[in-house]
């Protein structure tokens, strides 16, 4: 299993390490009828540049996240190499049970991203996006009443939109998207283009690589140039 040790290291670059996890909506926040549906917030933050991108679902399931995965880059704004998941059935199978991939793990494979797993009863081990589970019920959950789905929906959007453009004290005083913005444009300088395309080659030519570490790289020159 690719359990991940507990490590505290951020990603080193925007995509390198994101922290994924779903959180239920409480009940007593919504005001409308259900119809039985239970709603679910799915939650990605970068590890680098704290950035977050949330989706209202009504499921919890391999169904929902996989569709989340599949346009999580788009979301975010840059090519993803890993993210690190908890072993709920909604990510990832059991290996003591089944052989069989999910869903999820199946369109990681097909996006060239590794999935890390934290340790079993590990929830430290994803810490970042825990703690912001925490921050949204206290500023959203814990203050705002939702009259319909519609208004649920465009209220976490809103939530997000702030957060990712609110000033952090971790990120030296900048926010998520000014520092996934700053990173863009070391992308483009020319000396950060050649020695990239210097170790492309290098990699591509003299490293045993993965397939998914293949994928992942050329995708990451394809958004460079894009």
């Known amino acids: 299993k690719s ?6 290291m951020d990603g080193k670059y925007p995509g390198d390490k994101v ?6 909506v409480p009940d007593e926040c919504i005001k409308f009828s259900t119809y039985g549906y239970k709603y679910y917030q799915i939650t990605s933050i970068d590890e680098y540049s704290r950035k977050r991108i949330l989706k209202i679902v009504k499921e919890k399931s391999t169904y929902e996240t996989k569709k989340f995965l599949e346009n999580l880059e788009e979301m975010i704004g840059f090519p993803i190499h890993t993210v690190q998941v908890d072993n709920g059935r909604e990510f ?15 369109a990681a494979y097909n996006l060239g991203i590794t999935i890390k797993r934290t340790r079993p009863y590990s929830p430290w081990q994803n810490v970042k996006v825990e703690r912001s589970h925490r921050e949204d019920g206290k500023i959203l959950y814990n203050r705002k009443v939702f009259t319909s789905e519609k208004d649920l929906i465009n209220q976490v959007a809103k939530h997000e939109r702030r957060y990712n453009s609110t000033a952090k004290t971790s990120l030296k005083f900048k926010s998520p ?6 990173n863009s444009i070391l992308k483009i300088h020319p000396a950060i283009v050649k020695k990239h395309l210097e170790s492309v080659t290098y990699e591509l030519t003299s490293k045993n690589l993965s397939c998914q570490d293949i ?6 020159t394809r958004i460079l140039f894009h």
């Open 3 to 8: 359990y991940t040790k507990y490590d505290r």
């Open 215 to 220: 994928c992942y790289t050329l995708r990451n």
């Open 177 to 182: 998207n000014e520092v996934v913005e700053y």
């Open 19 to 24: 922290q994924v996890d779903i959180k239920h």
């Open 92 to 106: 990832v199978n059991d290996d003591d049970k089944t052989s069989k991939e999910s869903a999820f793990e199946k």
